[in-house]
């Protein structure tokens, strides 16, 4: 069954570029029908979807992060990336990546929490 | 800006019966939102229970069930047990990306 690991720096300092990166295993990225997201969740507080990507490279971004969110994939490596910049505390989260589709059952990864920090 | 709403808690009684809903702040929620209920219990990922309305994810007790309930989605627990305490999330998509509802926090008592 399709598995999904987030990795990436913990820490990052304020008004630079979080970085993150999603390996999946046990099924392919461009064998299509599926959204490849990253969703975040603040510290004791509720989910928030940032964005997906299709295998195709196509993207749909939550319009309150848009500006500042890049999602990109490596059908090659099998990953999906998520770039943010200009990172403020306010971004401090767990990052989850995400299989899912409107028609199928969300596969999370375990998720990785990334501290906005100088 | 699309706000979906639900219960911020709600409590059940070991074996009854409780039923959770998701809410848009403006109009009704039907299947072609494709809402999705999500299962959180602290330091874990979100574990999916409903997608698509009414599907049962793989290994989800037939106890958990999805509807439409008027105007909007519903996730029903029958039987309630210790274990349901958590917090559960519904998501609707909305053509172009998802909007998560803020969570209902259950207590089992």
């Known amino acids: 069954q399709v598995q999904l690991q987030e990795s990436g720096p913990g820490l990052v300092k304020p008004s630079q570029t979080l970085s993150l990166t999603c390996t999946v295993s046990?099924?392919?990225?461009?064998?299509?029908?599926?959204?490849w997201s990253w969703i975040r969740q603040h510290p004791g507080k509720g989910l928030e979807w940032i964005g997906y990507?299709?295998?195709?490279?196509?993207?749909y971004y939550n319009p309150s992060l848009k500006s500042r969110v890049t999602i990109s994939v490596d059908t090659s490596k099998n990953q999906f990336s998520l770039k943010l910049s200009s990172v403020t505390a306010a971004d401090t989260a767990v990052y989850y990546c995400a299989r899912d589709g409107p028609s199928s059952s969300t596969v999370w990864g375990k998720g990785t929490t990334v501290t906005v920090s100088s | 800006q699309t706000v979906v709403t639900q219960e911020p808690s709600f409590s059940v009684s070991p074996g009854g019966t409780v039923t959770l809903t998701c809410g848009l702040s403006s109009g009704s929620v039907s299947t072609s939102y494709y809402p999705s209920w999500y299962q959180q219990t602290p330091g874990q990922a979100p574990r999916t229970l409903i997608y698509s309305t009414n599907t049962r994810s793989s290994g989800v007790p037939d106890r958990f069930s999805g509807s439409i309930l008027g105007n909007k989605a519903a996730l029903t627990i029958t039987g309630a047990q210790a274990d349901d305490e958590s917090d559960y999330y519904c998501?609707?998509?909305?053509?172009?990306?998802?909007?998560f509802g803020g969570g209902t926090k259950l207590t089992v008592l």
């Open positions: 046990g099924g392919s990225i461009s064998s299509g029908g599926y959204y």
């Open positions: 998501v609707l998509y909305m053509g172009s990306g998802w909007v």
């Open positions: 990507i299709y295998y195709s490279g196509s993207t």
